[in-house]
């Protein structure tokens, strides 16, 4: 890999925080200095997520996104490296999906009963007017 791949790969929007993120980063890397080739399904298969079930599980879904985002980021710099652009797009958006059905769910839990919390809709819409 010559330095200006190397010094885009450091310049990727990664969480380098994030250990899925990283590997993710660490792999694309490799695969890239390797064969110049970088398939989405090498690393990651469609078809296999989830709503998540636990605040761990979210994390990861998380995780997954951070993942997929870096992979439509550099298919913008590497066309022709990075091929599956569509499809990474497509499952981070299926992820977005999945993460708000968890947080709608986990959120109608938190607010159920808590009434007083709330503002009062009619009254904000009167002092709109």
């Known amino acids: 890999m010559d330095l200006k791949d190397k010094y885009l790969f450091c310049l990727s929007p990664v969480d380098m925080d994030d250990d899925v993120s990283a590997q993710g980063l660490t792999q694309f890397a490799e695969n890239y200095a390797r064969k110049g080739l ?9 078809g296999t997520l989830r709503v998540p079930k636990s605040h761990k599980a979210l994390k990861e879904l998380e995780s997954i996104h951070k993942v997929l ?4 980021w550099l298919s913008f710099h ?5 091929p599956d ?6 499952q981070k958006a299926l992820c977005s999906l999945l993460i708000e059905d968890f947080l709608d769910g986990f959120g109608g839990t938190i607010l159920r009963g808590r009434r007083d919390f709330l503002p009062d809709m009619d009254s904000l819409s009167s002092k709109a007017k």
Do not use: G
Request: proline share 4%; hydrophobic share 45%; no cysteine.
């Open 38 to 46: 970088v398939r989405l399904r090498e690393i990651f298969t469609p």
């Open 69 to 72: 985002d870096l992979y439509v």
């Open 78 to 82: 590497w066309e022709d490296s990075f």
């Open 85 to 90: 652009r569509e499809l990474a797009s497509a």
